[in-house]
């Protein structure tokens, strides 16, 4: 399948299917409803094919390049069909469990993450590791042929409705060489999933413990204490693939207030996001090429990562100069899902690691300077 050939039968289908694509207005401010919504379209998109391609068949994929995938997030996110942080969760974690994973267990759930009938989280973050993911202190113990695994995640979004969740935890020594990743069950005995209220009132992350939680052997990915080649490839996926889909979204959003932009006069402040958004979509483009080779995206993709976070912040904080109080105080359902928008803005320079790390990386990788004492 041809990348134009697929984007113009995509948009043709969505178009076809406007009243299932369009989400309720409850989607914008309920996760759960956003879930629901996403899950519903995942399978009709999964049942007519377009969710398929871009993956390779022995994961239930009907093969094609990448660049597939991420036209598919391209053309649901700018028009706002789905949202970006509940769609990217497949993208994020998928391939990793593809190359890393027991090959009759990718067989066996890999179709149901694509057809929405599983939904997979991210347990990396914990209260003392974040940026320094190499100190985390969640144990996995092997006894007989499972691993018992003990610690608590933070930060895990939705994994209050995942059906799966990658944990990194600790089987060997201290620092990055002694961390294993596990695809574990959310709903094993010993895994409690609390969710934390955002500051724009929304339950998106969790409070994630694990007690005692009695792991499969098979469900190891990559090798013991081999885990920070999961997590790299992870976070490389997180820093590259899905942010030509944020983007997308962000354009949609960057729309709606050009629509206003006569009645407020602020064009300084849209041509400045306006700007921010072009360039980073032009930086975006190219890492998208590189992953249409077959290569994920290197220490480069935290140049994406900074300005992704600049170009999000501008255009929402944008938004709230012309919507003129609506984002503080209006309870229109407009107002609450741009208030939701401009809050998670906030976080765009710390989700998949801040921008200070991001530009520690680029000082050190990409620019090759010695590292400050
Ligand atoms: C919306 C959102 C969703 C998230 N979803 C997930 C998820 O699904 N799964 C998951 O595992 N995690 C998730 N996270 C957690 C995220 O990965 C961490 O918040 C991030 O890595 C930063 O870690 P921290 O919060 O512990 O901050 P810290 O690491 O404590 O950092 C605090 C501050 O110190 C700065 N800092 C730290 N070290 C350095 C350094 N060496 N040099 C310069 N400055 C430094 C940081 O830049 C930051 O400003 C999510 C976070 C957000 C905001």
Known sequence: MQVDEFR???????????RDVTPSAD?????????????????????????RWGWAQQVGGLGGSPTLRAVLGEELTARAAVHTTSWSMHEVLGPAVAQFGAPDL????FPRLLRGDEFWC???????????????????????????????????????????????????RPGSRG?????????????????????????????????????PAHRLLGDVDGGWKVAQHILSCERGAIFWQRGAWLGYHL????DRADETGSAAALGQAFQLLWAFRATSKATQERIAT????????SVDKIMIGAAEQAVFDTARELLCGAIESGDTPAAQSWRREWAYARA?????????IQRDIVATHLLELPRSA
């Open 122 to 172: 991210q347990g990396f973050s914990e209260p003392e590791a974040g940026s320094d993911l190499g100190s985390l202190r969640t144990t996995a113990e092997l006894n007989g042929d499972v691993w018992v695994v003990n610690g608590e995640k933070l930060w895990t979004s939705f994994a209050h409705h995942a059906t799966r969740c990658v944990v990194l935890a600790r089987t060997g």
């Open 179 to 215: 961390i294993s990743a596990f695809l574990v069950d959310m709903n094993t005995p010993g895994v409690a999933a609390r969710p934390l209220r955002t500051m724009a009132r929304v339950e998106e992350f969790c409070s994630t413990s694990f007690v005692d939680v009695e792991v």
């Open 106 to 109: 990718v067989a066996e759930i």
């Open 255 to 258: 729309g709606l207030l050009l």
């Open 294 to 301: 077959g290569h994920l995206p290197g220490p480069e993709a």
């Open 8 to 18: 113009h039968g995509v948009r043709a289908w969505l178009d076809d299917h406007e």
């Open 348 to 356: 765009a320079t710390i989700y998949g690691g801040t921008s200070e």
């Open 27 to 51: 989607a914008a401010v309920s996760v759960a409803a956003q879930l629901d919504h996403q899950r519903r379209l995942q399978r009709m998109l999964f049942d007519d094919g377009w969710m």
